[in-house]
C-alpha cells in the first residue's frame, strides 16, 4: 500500500514570496491534516479536511495561509506571503472516516524562509 | 481542554539500557492515547496506542498503559538499541476532540552503543 506522498521534500525561499505544498493521501482515506512543525516543537493542527470539506481551520493564519482539497483526494497547503516564523516542517497526514483511526503521517516538506 | 505534556529531553542512553519517556495529558471524555515515533529525516509513524483505561499498548518491545487514575501513557523499553534513536511524541484523540490529535513536544532519544 502506498503512504502518504508529499512534495517537494525541500523548499527555500525568500520572505514575502509565495509557496505551495502538496499531498496526495493513502487511497480511501476521507480524511486529511495538514500539520506545522517547528523545530523542537509537536506537530501543530493547520487544517482538516473531511472529504472535500473543512472539518477544522481555526489555527489556520488565513491572512496568509489557505488550503484546498477539491475532489476530496489530493490537496495543496499555500502560503502568501511567507514570513521568516514560517520556517518549519509541513506534514500531512490521512486516516479512515471515523475516531479512534491511526493517522499515517508523510515525510514532510521543510520550508526555510530567509 | 486537550494537551499533552511529555518529559523534555534530550535523552541520552547507553545500549541495553532501560528507557521511560513520561506522558500526563488533559481531556475531556475518554481519548484514545498514542505514541508516534520520528527518524530523522522522515514522517511520524505510530509506535503503539491505546483506547482505554487500562488498556496496554505494545510494539517493537516498546510499552505503553492507558492510566486513567493518573491520567498518564508512559512509555517504556527493558533495552534500548542504537536503531531506537529517534524523536518520540505523545499524543491523544477521541470523539470530544473531533478526531483531531493533540500531540506533545517530543523527546528525542540518542542511544550509544
Known amino acids: 500500500e502506498a503512504g502518504v506522498a508529499q512534495s517537494p521534500r525541500y523548499k527555500i525561499i525568500e520572505k514575502r514570496q509565495s509557496v505551495a505544498f502538496w499531498c496526495n493521501p493513502i487511497s480511501g482515506h476521507a480524511t486529511l491534516y495538514w500539520y506545522q512543525q517547528i523545530l523542537g516543537q509537536g506537530p501543530k493542527l493547520l487544517i482538516q479536511?473531511?472529504?472535500?470539506?473543512?472539518?477544522?481551520d481555526s489555527q489556520l493564519p488565513k491572512d496568509r495561509f489557505s488550503a484546498e482539497r477539491l475532489k476530496g483526494v489530493d490537496s495543496t497547503l499555500k502560503i502568501q506571503p511567507a514570513k521568516l516564523e514560517d520556517s518549519a516542517v509541513y506534514l500531512c497526514?490521512?486516516?479512515?472516516?471515523?475516531?479512534?483511526?491511526?493517522?499515517?503521517f508523510g515525510p514532510g516538506t521543510r520550508l526555510t524562509v530567509l | 481542554g486537550n494537551s499533552v505534556t511529555q518529559m523534555e529531553g534530550p535523552v541520552t542512553l547507553s545500549e541495553e539500557a532501560f528507557l521511560t519517556i513520561n506522558c500526563t495529558y488533559t481531556?475531556?471524555?475518554?481519548?484514545?492515547l498514542f505514541w508516534y515515533v520520528q527518524y530523522p529525516g522522515e514522517g511520524l509513524q505510530l509506535l503503539l496506542k491505546a483506547t482505554k483505561a487500562d488498556d496496554k499498548g505494545s510494539n517493537k518491545g516498546f510499552e505503553a498503559t492507558y492510566r486513567k487514575e493518573t491520567t498518564s501513557f508512559h512509555l517504556e523499553k527493558g533495552s534500548v538499541q542504537v536503531s531506537d534513536s529517534a524523536v518520540y511524541f505523545c499524543a491523544l484523540s477521541g470523539p470530544n476532540t473531533g478526531n483531531q490529535f493533540y500531540f506533545g513536544t517530543g523527546t528525542s532519544l540518542t542511544v550509544i552503543p
Open positions: 497526514a490521512s486516516s479512515e472516516q471515523g475516531y479512534y483511526n491511526e493517522q499515517f
Open positions: 479536511f473531511q472529504n472535500n470539506g473543512v472539518v477544522d
Open positions: 481531556a475531556t471524555g475518554y481519548p484514545s
